[in-house]
């Protein structure tokens, strides 16, 4: 997701507590509707005498909150970007830093890679690491990347070989946008291994989720895969999680709630989704502190949390 304040220490929180979640307020509600109408009509709406209104009652009025110019370009951008056969990946949207693990061999501590061919985002790295090292802590050690980023030309190949029960056609694959990655285990298949049962009990407390689970075949339109790992981040794995959501239904929650707040071990989370329509920009509340991401379809979510520190 793109980190939009600097300086924000990371923070992986161990999922402690349970999202709490809470209605829209009709507060927000108004907040909500304020965003997109024209302002002008309640300017025409005004009587004379609100026209009329001296100066000292205006300085009386609280002062006007900041506003986020957000644009349409917005909703390609992000860790919550829904890749499949309809919606393909933006070239905006692929993870920055891009590298061979084969050939930064530094970063490989506490799991091996399959091959040369293995690259992910130096973020993601470094949030699979922090994983592998609590996993450790259980005992489970045997943590194998099999895959991560692959460009278009070597999704094609991958497609091509493999057809299309197995693959997605290029630049319609999660492993173009880089946010997501095979893991095997070095003593079974995920499905049984530790390492699998581990991280499909583990993983969305690092914001983390198992992107296609055998009963979600019919939502996702893929084939379980134990092994695919997909990066949403906090607090969306955790919401996901409660809910048994996938993306795609995670994504139509949110249209549908279009805000909820709550709370992971006392930070409190506040989840806003605004429609977006192409080549137009929206202006939004502007929090002190907060991520920015697509959906890849129609609309962006903005997620704002308290001064504590996170992630």
Do not use: C
Not at 75 to 80: D, E
Not at 149 to 170: C, F, S, T, V
């Amino acid at each position: 997701m793109k980190k939009l304040i600097a300086g924000i220490a990371v923070l992986v929180l161990i999922g402690y507590g349970v999202f709490e979640y809470q209605q829209r307020p009709a507060a927000v509600e108004d907040k909500w509707a304020d965003v997109h109408h024209d302002p002008r009509h309640e300017q025409d709406s005004r009587n004379d005498g609100q026209e009329g209104q001296d100066q000292q009652g205006q300085q009386d009025q609280p002062e006007e909150q900041a506003k986020l110019t957000i644009s349409s370009d917005e909703v390609r951008k992000g860790s919550l970007l829904l890749i499949n056969r309809q919606y393909p990946v933006s070239e905006d949207g692929v993870l920055p830093e891009i590298v061979s693990l084969f050939q930064r061999k530094d970063l490989v501590k506490g799991f091996g890679i399959l091959d040369n061919s293995v690259q992910l985002p130096l973020d993601l790295v470094q949030k699979f690491s922090v994983i592998v090292e609590s996993a450790k802590n259980d005992g489970v050690t045997h943590f194998l990347i099999t895959s991560g980023y692959r460009d278009n030309e070597q999704q094609r190949e991958l497609y091509e070989k493999m057809g299309a029960d197995y693959a997605n056609p290029a630049g319609h694959s999660e492993h173009n946008l880089g946010l997501s990655l095979d893991i095997g285990s070095t003593v079974g298949m995920m499905k049984d291994a530790p390492e699998g049962k581990w991280l499909e009990q583990n993983a969305w407390k690092y914001g983390f989720v198992l992107r296609y689970p055998e009963d979600k075949t019919d939502i996702t339109g893929v084939l379980y895969e134990p092994w695919h790992f997909r990066y949403v981040g906090l607090p969306h794995s955790v919401i996901m999680q409660e809910h048994s959501f996938v993306l795609e239904q995670y994504l139509d929650y949110l249209k549908e709630q279009r805000q909820i707040t709550g709370a992971i071990d006392g930070q409190t989370y506040s989840v806003s989704f605004y429609p977006v329509i192409e080549g137009q920009d929206i202006q939004v509340p502007l929090p002190d502190q907060y991520e920015l991401s697509g959906n890849n379809i129609d609309g962006v979510i903005l997620t704002s949390w308290d001064a504590k520190v996170r992630r």
